[in-house]
């Protein structure tokens, strides 16, 4: 499927915006113009990475996510906590504080992603020994990483991993669950909400996934149930005990986290959103280190770094340390026959498909003529990329020129 079409989560409110130039020189894609005073989005570039909406001073950038009340409509709700809301509460010795307040707020069940991720990265040790595949091999569960792969680095399309995240896969076994233990249950009378550290999740549900259609409903913001779960969780009275994860899930909510549940050495962990563009460069260049697996987050931190969480990403990491000390290694395990292939519900077909942004033309020989002016331009403008015309840099502004979406005039250095 070859699409550019895309519904996104992070959007721009025009009248909060100043027209400065944060934002520009922070988007990764160089999604942002400014244009007649104000930020302007280019949506085929944006990767929904929250980055704007984080260092935003004007807090013009807001992510556009669901409303718990919206699960509503449904008969049976399901909630799906991220394990990096458990690194949000202060002094939590005890996971099921959390699984106990999301009921009293109104779910009937909880199924814990960590408790996903353990049997994910139990089929991702299962996958590595696959003959045939391209490797290194790229974690697809951040969202971010896949669409930014897709658009700046299509030559490594081959290398992303076709095991669908942890998310997906709690919201197919919650389905399961759900229908198994009620009966009465029609398909349509259950609803599954994700609780989200970042915009990026709810983007991937908005849009599916190529062939894939999300089996998750709603994508609620970390925050807005932080803010309701405080006022329900006591420590005060015995909850009953629900968790049903370990130290490898919950560690799936820091940097780091997924690739060590391999159990192996032969890995590399990157977060934040320019270091793992760094990486995937050498990546590129064949320019890294002989390992098996990478795992990429593009929040600072990882998981614990999403512009919809509330606590500090260091401290809420810090926090989960303490918390994993309580509990065992893995509370997920593969029988030896389950050991033998993977099952399809974990795995998706085909990877979304976009027009790279580093294509100028379908035509090879137009893209070239176009290569030669950009770089014919970018030798006239003055190099030292203020950001004043309204693109990131002399070579943005360059491209646009050539583009027909900006003048020469606009560089005010030129002008002067």
């Known amino acids: 499927m070859t699409s550019n079409i895309y519904e996104h989560s992070v959007q721009l409110d025009v009248g909060r915006c100043t027209g400065c130039t944060t934002c520009l020189r922070r988007c990764p894609t160089e999604a942002i113009r400014i244009n007649e005073g104000h930020a302007v989005i280019n949506e085929t570039r944006c990767i929904d990475c929250g980055e704007c909406i984080r260092v935003c001073t004007n807090q013009a950038k807001k992510a556009v996510v669901g409303k718990l009340e919206s699960m509503e409509r449904f008969r049976y709700k399901i909630a799906l906590p991220a394990p990096s809301l458990y690194g949000q509460f202060d002094n939590l010795d005890d996971v099921d504080y959390v699984l106990d307040g999301l009921l009293k707020i109104g779910f009937d069940d909880v199924f814990e992603v960590s408790k996903a991720a353990e049997l994910v990265s139990a089929y991702t040790r299962q996958y ?30 081959d290398h992303v991993m076709h095991m669908l995240p942890p998310m997906e896969v709690a919201a197919k076994l919650a389905r399961q669950r759900a229908k198994e233990q009620h009966h009465e249950l029609a398909d349509e009378d259950i609803g599954v909400c994700f609780i989200s550290p970042c915009p990026a999740k709810a983007s991937y549900v908005k849009n599916g996934f190529a062939d894939y259609e999300s089996q998750v409903d709603e994508v609620v913001s970390m925050s807005d149930v932080y803010l309701k779960l405080i006022g329900k969780m006591s420590r005060d009275e015995e909850v ?78 810090t926090r989960l340390q303490s918390l ?82 900006a003048r020469l005039e606009a560089c005010r250095i030129l002008g002067k």
């Open 324 to 405: 994993r000390r309580y509990l065992p290694v893995s509370a997920n395990f593969l029988s030896a026959e389950e050991q033998e292939y993977i099952p399809d519900l974990y795995l998706f077909n085909e990877l979304p498909v976009y027009k790279p942004i580093t294509r100028l033309s379908d035509s090879m020989a137009e893209s070239m003529r176009m290569m030669a002016d950009i770089q014919k331009l970018r030798n006239e403008l003055p190099g030292i990329d203020c950001g004043a015309c309204g693109a990131p840099s002399c070579r943005a502004l360059a491209e646009d020129i050539v583009k027909g979406k």
């Open 128 to 157: 590595l020994k696959t003959e045939g595949i391209a490797k290194p091999i790229i974690s697809s569960a951040c969202p971010v990483i896949v669409r930014l792969i897709a658009l700046r680095f299509p030559s490594l399309n």
């Open 240 to 317: 009953v005990s629900m968790t049903e994860s370990g130290m490898v899930g919950i560690g799936w909510a820091s940097s780091g986290g997924e690739a060590t549940a391999l159990f192996n050495d032969e890995y590399l962990a990157a977060d934040g959103i320019e270091n793992v563009i760094n990486v995937l460069e050498q990546i590129e260049d064949g320019n890294i280190p002989p390992v098996k697996f990478i795992e990429l987050d593009a929040c600072t931190g990882g998981c614990v770094g999403g512009v919809l969480t509330v606590q500090n990403p260091f401290i809420a990491k």
